[in-house]
């Protein structure tokens, strides 16, 4: 008989993937279907995140709710990034929890359905070469696995402890991957690690050695391939043989995630980034004159322990040179097992709060200003989207959010559309015959 999962995802694209993986096995394994209604579901799945504090203490009330709505018999688990980092002890304050599954250990989802109270968190366990069965969200682009883990110790970070080391996917496994997406129709791929540029650095058994930039080029030799996005790459990271491959390559979506944290050097070091303000701005300024079209994410954390007036205007000094397209910033929030989490000279939360809205003002701000530059400018979408008001949106090579008036003929084609409306955050277009 079919059973019905409810499977819900927070947190990261990396989160995306494994709930793409636990849901392909189940499928296959165990014939499960998926559900929107976690009411009538066998099996409720909470695919954590564990980044900043307030996910997860939304995570016990939200059990609360599903343990009370769900029907007789069903189980629930939790898996990913909060599951690594808490274990037993999800168990232990939500009883009525079935099994704990850390973000390193997905791949156990068939079996670990069937022990009552399993909790399965190993940080070290190697998944690089796990072959998981085909599910993905969208018809339109996969989302693919460079590397799982991370081996940056960013005193902020809890990743590398809810994740482990890091391991790179052998080359051959990744392309075969791109190559069965494009068979299935997706002309889009999603290269994913914590930390793609750092691709290569060590593999689990003696593949040869590939860097992130020869793997670009290899996978854009997949023909029938004709976008390739990636996230998320480091600042450090980010030498002349990439960033030209990255201008070079057409394949590759003009769009580069550049993870600023914070604008001052001093503040870097203590985050143990691996780079200076000057550094940053030099990448950040050779990636705008290789690629003028490009654009720029940035993550900036604001409150950092010892984040003063001037570490902070260095912030905004970054800011104000960059321009950066897309800007997600958060208010710092200590986590367990980091570094700085026990850095005593902490900021004050209502100076945090300030610091935090001047980030988002200046940012909008900037959008303001450059989104002109985008007037009548032709661009090319990739449909996706079918919305409700007789729109039909997608992505520009560049990221850009573009709407057309259309239908679902459009969806997974793409176009050339000139720009004719602009707003901050999305744009509306006309299609070039
Ligand atoms: N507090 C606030 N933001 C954090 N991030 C990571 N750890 C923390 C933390 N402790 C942010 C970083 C990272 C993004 C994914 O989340 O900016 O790039
Ligand atoms: Fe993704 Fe990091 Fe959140 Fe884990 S803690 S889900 S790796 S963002």
């Not at 504090?53 to 769900?70: A, T, W």
């Not at 959010?401 to 239908?407: E, I, Q």
Request: with cysteine.
């Amino acid at each position: 008989m079919v059973k019905k999962l409810f499977i819900e995802t927070l947190g990261c694209a990396m989160n995306v993937r494994d709930s793409e993986h636990m849901i392909a096995e189940l499928s296959e394994k165990e014939a499960y279907e998926l559900t929107t209604n976690s009411d009538e579901a066998d099996l409720i799945i909470i695919n954590t995140c564990s980044v900043r504090e307030k996910p997860v203490h939304k995570l016990f009330s939200e059990l609360g709710v599903f343990n009370k709505g769900k029907k007789e018999g069903a189980k629930i688990g939790v898996a990913g990034c909060t599951a690594s980092h808490l274990g037993k002890d999800i168990i232990k304050r939500a009883p009525y929890v079935n099994f704990v599954l850390g973000a390193r250990n997905v791949s156990k989802i068939a079996t670990i359905i069937h022990q009552d109270k399993a909790v399965e968190t190993e940080i070290d366990y190697d998944e690089s070469q796990f072959a998981f069965k085909d599910f993905r969200t969208s018809p339109y682009k996969s989302y693919i696995n460079i590397s799982i883990g991370c081996d940056k110790q960013c005193s902020f970070c809890i990743v590398p402890h809810t994740r482990g080391d890091e391991i790179s996917i052998p080359a051959d496994l990744i392309v075969a991957e791109v190559r069965k997406s494009v068979e299935r129709g997706a002309v889009e791929v999603f290269l994913l690690g914590q930390n793609v540029n750092n691709y290569g650095r060590r593999f689990s058994n003696s593949d040869e050695k590939v860097n992130f930039t020869e793997l670009l080029r290899r996978v854009s030799e997949v023909d029938g391939l004709k976008r390739i996005r990636f996230t998320s790459p480091h600042p450090l990271h980010m030498d002349d043989e990439f960033l030209e491959e990255f201008a070079k390559n057409p394949k590759i979506c003009k769009t580069m995630h550049m993870p600023l944290q914070s604008g001052s050097t001093t503040l870097l070091k203590a985050m143990k980034r691996g780079y200076t303000k000057e550094w940053f701005l030099n990448r950040a300024q050779k990636l705008r004159e290789l690629v003028p079209d490009v654009s720029i994410s940035t993550d900036i954390i604001v409150g950092f322990p010892g984040e003063s007036e001037e570490d902070y205007q260095d912030t905004l000094d970054v800011m104000r040179q960059v321009e950066f397209e897309q800007v997600f910033s958060f208010k710092y929030s200590p986590r367990p097992m980091t570094e700085a989490e026990n850095f005593t000279n902490v900021v004050a939360p209502e100076v945090a709060s300030a610091r935090l809205s001047v980030v988002q003002d200046l940012h909008n701000a900037t959008l303001d200003e450059i989104k002109h530059r985008n007037q009548g400018k032709l661009v090319e979408v990739y449909f996706e989207e079918l919305r409700a008001d007789g729109f039909v949106a997608g992505r520009s090579d560049n990221n850009l959010l573009v709407k057309v008036k259309g239908s679902e003929e459009l969806l997974g084609t793409i176009q050339k559309v000139r720009i004719t409306k602009l707003s901050r955050l999305s744009f509306e277009g006309e299609l070039i015959e």
